[in-house]
């Protein structure tokens, strides 16, 4: 990977992990499936020679294939490929577009394939000069229609890279009748370098901040994707390959499936001739301009003027209030690396120059996939009626397709809605709709080195994670302390986004700001009524606030999310978290806080109507969703029969905490952890679960959690029975092994962002109850890492009482804590149960237990073997101690006592073994003896009888 020695330490990890994503994600990235072989028509293969450079004698050779139909002279299709790929990866297209009576020319760009030269990313010097030699080609074919001498009847249609060109071209070349350009960019400085905020108003007295400086947040995973696959060494390329492999055909691309850019080993070499460039030169097959500015940007995540320049010559937004010819520009609505928002400025600036724009957004794009059979169908319909002049248009001003949840054989369902105009990304003032939020201002830390980071998907791969709930959790995830969120209440219809969303937030510094800015990112979840989260289209809003005040100043931004399509359900809720890190993106190194609250209690969401397209009777397709819905409708009966015997309440166990009735855990192999355990709790009980290691304590545990569920038996809790995700488990509060706090927040801190990511209502934390029983005191309000252990576990404890759960259950609660921080976590949990709550705790500290415990039950290899009152427990063996006046007289007095043994003096004590006698038969013997009893009660301790009860040979765990 050479172009990792471009970047510092620090990155290199992130260019190794998108090198390795690019070579995952290539599968995704080019725009074809070369295992779909279109249908015979005429080809023919040539090199085509073309300037090297403006005013050059110098020559490359382009690798083209001319594709042509049955009749002829026809209009002509120029077909350039994605980045990554060469001619043959859209061989499938170009067949289509041939067979629907289109010429078509197909090629190889300069450094990619068998074309010579090197990769200028589209320069209008070089990648759209060669574009206009060959219609100048295409004008000399008597194949091809022709307007007038030299002007072919021509359109332009491709995708990333080539839709781009198609851009480019109809900029500089007015031959150009219609383009067709498919998840494209308009600015590769905004594609690669977003900034989607702007600021607003700063609060009373504070100094405006100004406009955001050039400078965005860069891309560097997709960035490294688009470089690497570029910077391999040039192989032999042109007719010269020929003479070295006599009747080669041209290299095979095996990347197939998607559009853009891809990466990896199995890449076509081109651009430098061999010798010109050794193979450890980082450029790669780019020209040094571009390798110079890829080396700028992605060594400190800043992109410098010249950068800055050189991306916007190169990129359509230098031309597009040029273009004249018709466009049909087609955006994917799953797409992190050019999302709606460059199809949208496109056709802005398009539109406001006089042009003809129609939009289609599909459920694909660089994370999405390729467009479908049925939208390369509409697009050759499109640039027939544009080229040929026959029929209607079949595209309206705006389509929009709309995934739901239902799946036939695996695949979503999709419908297309069409509105007779484009509305804009924003939807349009009038169609926008407020959905207010809630949530307080929060403090969010950049960690030093922006280490660990967010993950909002895997670029390329995001349409693989997001079709299973499974990945979908591993690779969205937010780091505690480094972000904030805000939700809404469930909508009472569906909500059906369609474009980007807006909100107002207000920033503020929680001390220094980075020199490069304060850097933020935003996302909008959808979220279910179980409170699972999904993140539409895997897409981010990286936001750079440049002039942060330092003082502590707040000011005001305006953040446009990115433009998703996405039916919020009914009962859903909408979740805004903003952040300070994320796994794509390159953030500052340096350690921030920062206050984040809402300036705009209400989030403006766009809203498109339109009806849905129509068309004929899918009668394959209604009969499968039939057979899926009445399978459906079975498993739907079974599984209410089920929850309404899961979720019946037992009325007389509502005011019971706890109960386990015969329950039983097996596991393959003829493992039984738990075997037939039954026990009660009580209000107000602090019940300790006691065992040997292997006792079937934790098992216990996580079924009572709802972890994992029993093989037989059942618990209930408050009567209701635990089940996996149950309602009633949120009446309990769990504390297991340790929990995780932000060292540099205080305690109170930790414990908001905790209850601010369940979700709950702020009132219904009941904070400062949980504090006051936690026993914190003024330490609440100093930093973590000023924290002692014992601090530590009280902090934890009162995470796990945050709420004030009606059952609280802590596994090794003391574990790491001294003697007096032992005595005052025992002190924390009679507290909590002297409010009529119940407290279970496991540990291994016997003696702690006996002291702090109402209530134990012990089990030994799965089994119950022993439960009660601590007392009794202690006292079961018949050991009892008196504490009495005259101890000689009294051990004399005992011995006298019929089944009385074992009798000895400590002190005033005198301790005997009573065997069966009642106690109470004793005091009232030494009472007749004339000895006065000051006290008398069980000698033996809980270790005692735990061991009589388990065996000598097992320790407890």
């Known amino acids: 990977m050479p172009f990792a020695r471009l970047l510092p330490p620090g990155r290199r990890r992130h260019a190794a992990l998108a090198l390795a994503v690019a070579v995952l994600a290539a599968g995704a990235l080019v725009w074809a499936n070369t295992a779909e072989e279109p249908s015979p028509v005429a080809t023919i293969d040539e090199f085509i020679e073309v300037p090297a450079a403006p005013g050059s004698t110098d020559r490359l050779q382009l690798d083209t294939t001319l594709y042509t139909p049955e009749r002829t002279p026809a209009p002509a299709v120029l077909l350039p490929h994605g980045f990554g790929g060469d001619k043959t990866s859209v061989a499938r297209e170009a067949g289509e577009l041939a067979e629907r009576g289109f010429v078509v020319l197909a090629y190889s760009a300069r450094g990619f394939g068998r074309s010579t030269g090197e990769i200028a990313l589209n320069d209008p010097r070089f990648e759209v000069a060669d574009a206009s030699r060959l219609i100048d080609h295409l004008a000399t074919l008597p194949e091809v229609v022709t307007d007038t001498e030299g002007d072919p009847r021509v359109g332009v249609t491709g995708a990333s890279y080539g839709g781009a060109l198609a851009l480019l071209l109809a900029g500089t070349d007015d031959r150009i009748d219609a383009i067709a350009p498919v998840i494209t960019y308009n600015d590769l400085a905004q594609g690669?370098?977003?900034?989607?905020?702007?600021?607003?108003?700063?609060?009373?007295?504070?100094?405006?901040?100004?406009?955001?400086?050039?400078?965005?947040?860069?891309?560097?995973?997709?960035?490294?994707?688009?470089?690497?696959?570029?910077?391999?060494?040039?192989?032999?390329?042109?007719?010269?390959?020929?003479?070295?492999?006599?009747?080669?055909?041209?290299?095979?691309?095996?990347?197939?499936?998607?559009?853009?850019?891809?990466?990896?080993?199995?890449?076509?070499?081109?651009?430098?001739?061999?010798?010109?460039?050794?193979?450890?030169?980082?450029?790669?097959?780019?020209?040094?301009?571009?390798?110079?500015?890829?080396?700028?940007?992605?060594?400190?995540?800043?992109?410098?003027?010249?950068?800055?320049?050189?991306?916007?010559?190169?990129?359509?937004?230098?031309?597009?209030?040029?273009?004249?010819?018709?466009?049909?520009?087609?955006?994917?609505?799953?797409?992190?690396?050019?999302?709606?928002?460059?199809?949208?400025?496109?056709?802005?600036?398009?539109?406001?120059?006089?042009?003809?724009?129609?939009?289609?957004?599909?459920?694909?794009?660089?994370?999405?996939?390729?467009?479908?059979?049925?939208?390369?169908?509409?697009?050759?319909?499109?640039?027939?009626?544009?080229?040929?002049?026959?029929?209607?248009?079949?595209?309206?001003?705006?389509?929009?397709?709309?995934?739901?949840?239902?799946?036939?054989?695996?695949?979503?369902?999709?419908?297309?809605?069409?509105?007779?105009?484009?509305?804009?990304?924003?939807?349009?003032?009038?169609?926008?709709?407020?959905?207010?939020?809630?949530?307080?201002?929060?403090?969010?830390?950049?960690?030093?080195?922006?280490?660990?980071?967010?993950?909002?998907?895997?670029?390329?791969?995001?349409?693989?994670?997001?079709?299973?709930?499974?990945?979908?959790?591993?690779?969205?995830?937010?780091?505690?302390?480094?972000?904030?969120?805000?939700?809404?209440?469930?909508?009472?219809?569906?909500?059906?986004?369609?474009?980007?969303?807006?909100?107002?937030?207000?920033?503020?510094?929680?001390?220094?700001?980075?020199?490069?800015?304060?850097?933020?990112?935003?996302?909008?979840?959808?979220?279910?009524?179980?409170?699972?989260?999904?993140?539409?289209?895997?897409?981010?809003?990286?936001?750079?606030?440049?002039?942060l005040p330092e003082d502590g100043s707040p000011v005001e931004v305006t953040v446009t999310l990115p433009g998703v399509v996405r039916p919020i359900e009914e009962g859903h809720a909408l979740q805004l978290v903003v952040g300070t890190t994320d796994q794509s993106y390159t953030g500052p190194a340096a350690?921030?806080?920062?206050?984040?609250?809402?300036?705009?209690?209400?989030?403006?969401?766009?809203?498109?109507?339109?009806?849905?397209?129509g068309g004929a009777w899918p009668v394959g397709q209604l009969l499968g969703i039939a057979g899926v819905l009445a399978a459906a409708i079975a498993v739907a009966a079974i599984a209410a029969l089920r929850r309404r015997r899961a979720h019946h309440v037992d009325a007389t166990l509502a005011d019971t905490p706890l109960v386990i009735e015969n329950l039983t855990k097996s596991y393959p192999g003829g493992l039984t952890a738990v075997k037939d355990l039954s026990f009660r709790v009580e209000r107000g009980q602090v019940l300790g679960l006691l065992g040997p290691n292997g006792a079937g304590k934790t098992t216990t545990l996580r079924m009572l959690m709802g972890l994992i569920s029993p093989t037989a038996g059942q618990i209930k809790v408050f009567g209701h029975t635990v089940t996996p995700g149950a309602p009633v488990l949120s009446r309990i509060g769990s504390f297991v092994e340790g929990s995780g706090f932000l060292p540099h927040l205080s305690g109170a801190a930790n414990l908001r962002l905790y209850w601010a990511s369940t979700g709950r209502p702020v009132e219904r934390a009941h904070l400062d109850e949980a504090l006051e029983i936690a026993g914190l005191g003024d330490a609440v309000h100093r930093k973590v890492r000023t924290y002692s252990q014992g601090m530590r576990q009280r902090l934890a404890i009162a995470q796990a009482m945050l709420g004030l759960p009606e059952l609280l259950v802590l596994d090794e609660p003391t574990n790491g804590l001294d003697p007096p921080q032992i005595h005052q976590m025992r002190e924390v949990l009679q507290r909590y149960a002297a409010t009529g709550r119940t407290v279970l705790v496991s540990s291994h500290l016997l003696a702690e237990v006996e002291q702090t415990s109402t209530h134990v039950v012990v089990m030994h290899r799965g089994r119950l073997v022993a439960a009660g009152e601590v007392g009794d427990i202690v006292a079961a063996g018949g050991e009892a101690t008196f504490r009495v006046d005259q101890p000689e007289e009294a051990a004399a007095a005992l011995r006298a006592v019929g089944g009385v043994s074992t009798v000895d003096i400590e002190g005033a004590l005198v301790h005997a073994d009573l065997d069966g006698l009642p106690r109470a038969e004793a005091v009232a013997a030494l009472v007749r003896a004339g000895i006065a009893v000051e006290q008398a009660g069980p000698r033996r301790r809980l270790e005692d009888a735990f061991l009589q009860l388990v065996g000598e040979g097992e320790s407890s765990g």
């Open 591 to 613: 350690p921030a806080a920062y206050r984040v609250s809402l300036a705009d209690d209400a989030i403006a969401v766009p809203v498109v109507p339109g009806v849905t397209a």
């Open 192 to 547: 690669l370098i977003p900034n989607t905020a702007s600021t607003e108003a700063p609060a009373a007295g504070t100094p405006a901040p100004g406009n955001f400086a050039p400078d965005g947040v860069f891309k560097q995973s997709w960035a490294g994707i688009l470089f690497s696959a570029g910077s391999g060494a040039p192989t032999p390329a042109g007719p010269a390959a020929e003479a070295i492999e006599p009747g080669a055909e041209p290299d095979d691309n095996e990347l197939s499936g998607g559009q853009g850019a891809a990466g990896g080993a199995n890449l076509p070499s081109g651009g430098r001739q061999p010798g010109d460039t050794p193979a450890a030169d980082p450029c790669g097959r780019f020209t040094d301009e571009v390798c110079r500015a890829y080396t700028d940007v992605a060594t400190d995540g800043s992109a410098d003027a010249r950068t800055t320049e050189l991306l916007r010559r190169i990129s359509p937004v230098s031309v597009t209030d040029r273009i004249t010819a018709p466009t049909l520009l087609v955006q994917g609505e799953n797409d992190t690396l050019f999302g709606l928002d460059q199809a949208d400025a496109t056709a802005r600036q398009i539109t406001e120059a006089g042009g003809e724009v129609s939009v289609v957004w599909y459920t694909g794009g660089h994370d999405g996939g390729a467009p479908g059979p049925q939208l390369r169908g509409t697009i050759a319909d499109w640039l027939d009626f544009r080229l040929t002049g026959e029929g209607s248009d079949p595209v309206p001003g705006f389509t929009y397709e709309v995934q739901g949840a239902l799946r036939t054989n695996g695949t979503p369902s999709v419908r297309s809605v069409e509105a007779q105009e484009y509305p804009g990304l924003s939807g349009g003032e009038t169609d926008r709709r407020g959905v207010r939020l809630e949530g307080p201002e929060q403090t969010i830390v950049n960690p030093p080195g922006g280490n660990p980071a967010a993950v909002s998907g895997l670029p390329g791969l995001n349409r693989i994670v997001s079709g299973s709930s499974r990945l979908s959790s591993l690779f969205t995830i937010d780091p505690p302390g480094q972000s904030a969120g805000f939700v809404s209440e469930p909508v009472q219809s569906q909500l059906l986004i369609t474009g980007a969303t807006t909100v107002r937030l207000r920033v503020a510094a929680d001390g220094p700001v980075p020199e490069s800015g304060a850097v933020l990112f935003a996302k909008l979840y959808d979220v279910s009524p179980d409170g699972a989260r999904v993140l539409p289209g895997n897409a981010i809003a990286p936001l750079r606030i440049p002039d």
